[in-house]
């Protein structure tokens, strides 16, 4: 795992193993840093007297590499993950006026998102790099959508409460904490498999294989089947 602002990027072992830092010679501060494989990050970041950029970095050595304008930045909010695309070649940005876009890791031109409403936020990618789970809250309740990217077609959305932890998608599973309640969603069609009320829930699930575990904030962590 890494942090998700500031300078520098630790690399924690999820094993056996110590922490460490990467280099940063040149003093980016990145706003937010995600995997894209088992050997590169990636993140928005700015050097001093710069403005902010999307960078790839090999964990492994090397200077960062940008690959967007100068002006670009994250689209999410900070408890959020990077919306890094399931084959690792593509990421959400904001480009210099706030408008989502999406970004080759190779350099190449944006693309607009289609049919993205104003005051959407795209949350994450689908588990087949199709679609985006985006997310508004003008007002309450809060919506969670799947928007197909071929299209701009909304294919479902789902009324949460305002959420207040990142919202899960993996293996075909959409998860959501909002205003207690942690539901869990089918990523094809939106449909709630279970609810539970677990209290506020203010970070990030994990699923490993049937399971999701879910840091409480009194401390423990419950882990419930997803079946």
């Not at 936020?121 to 087949?128: E, I």
């Not at 305002?162 to 919202?167: I, K, P, Q, V």
């Not at 309640?181 to 490993?208: C, K, M, Y």
Request: net charge negative.
């Amino acid at each position: 795992g890494l942090p998700v602002e500031g300078y520098p990027i630790f690399v924690h072992p999820t094993g056996p193993g110590e922490s460490r830092t990467l280099p940063n010679p040149d003093q980016i501060v990145y706003n937010l840093v995600g995997w894209q494989d088992a050997t590169h990050v990636v993140g928005f970041g700015q050097k001093s007297g710069d403005r902010s950029r999307g960078y790839v970095r090999d964990i492994n050595g090397g200077p960062p590499r940008p690959f967007t304008p100068e002006g670009v930045t994250a689209t999410v909010a900070r408890w959020w993950v990077l919306p890094i695309a399931p084959d690792g070649k593509r990421v959400i940005g904001a480009d210099e006026h706030a408008t989502p876009m999406i970004y080759s890791m190779d350099g190449a031109a944006p693309a607009p998102i289609p049919e993205l409403a104003a005051g959407e936020v795209p949350v994450q990618w689908t588990p087949d790099g199709r679609g985006l789970i985006v997310a508004h809250g003008e007002g309450l309740p809060w919506v969670v959508e799947r928007l197909d990217l071929s299209t701009g077609t909304p294919q479902w959305h789902r009324q949460t409460g305002s959420l207040t932890a990142s919202t899960l998608v993996h293996g075909g599973w959409v998860i959501t904490a909002a205003a207690g309640n942690l539901s869990a969603l089918r990523a094809g069609d939106g449909a709630i498999v279970w609810q539970r009320n677990l209290g506020t829930i203010e970070f990030r699930p994990a699923i490993d294989g049937d399971f999701l575990f879910v840091p409480l904030l009194e401390g423990p962590i419950a882990c419930l089947n997803l079946q």
